[in-house]
């Protein structure tokens, strides 16, 4: 039997969900900070920082074989550490983040390719930005359109894509 080629992948995923209003009135029985929020301003001046968020992290590993004629034969291995996760700053913005590690030699790690994505929810309109701020493909699009289906042709959108030179 000849080895020609494994690989081996693990991920994990970590999440948090939003808090329900009843779990407020449960944290003010033992919290005597948040009974005092509540006495001294009622429920409007406290601000729940239980928000829903979500980290994926996906590791790989590869091994190849090279076949050599002249040579002993080589084993070449390549790591892949890749994640992303997002999380809303408030019920109308979202922010998602992806991106991923290169393993490109022994002691040499760089960054791969990143892609930040902002949204905000403004009623009757959407307003997204997708940023990737650096790399090879380092571009921006921001869009605001309509959310009616009716009026789905009517957005604004303005791009910068690598091809630009920035």
């Known amino acids: 039997v000849n080895f020609r080629s494994a690989n081996i992948a693990l991920g994990l995923n970590f999440q948090g969900d939003r808090k329900n209003k009843g779990n407020l009135d449960s944290a003010a029985q033992s919290n005597d900070e948040v009974n005092r929020l509540l006495r001294n301003g009622g429920i409007d001046d406290y601000y729940d920082f239980n928000i829903p968020w979500n980290i994926n992290v996906n590791g790989q590993m590869n091994i190849n074989r090279l076949y050599r004629r002249d040579k002993a034969d080589t084993f070449v291995f390549t790591p892949n550490l890749t994640f992303n996760g997002g999380f809303n ?54 869009t605001l359109r309509v959310k009616a289906a009716v009026l789905q042709d009517l957005k604004l959108t303005r791009r910068k894509a690598y091809q630009d030179n920035f």
């Open 89 to 142: 700053l408030t019920e109308r913005w979202k922010l998602n983040i992806s991106s991923g590690l290169l393993f490109t030699g022994l002691s040499k790690i760089e960054m791969g390719y990143t892609s930040i994505d902002i949204s905000r929810d403004l009623h009757c309109w959407q307003m997204n930005l997708n940023l990737i701020p650096f790399g090879i493909r380092r571009s921006f699009l921001f």
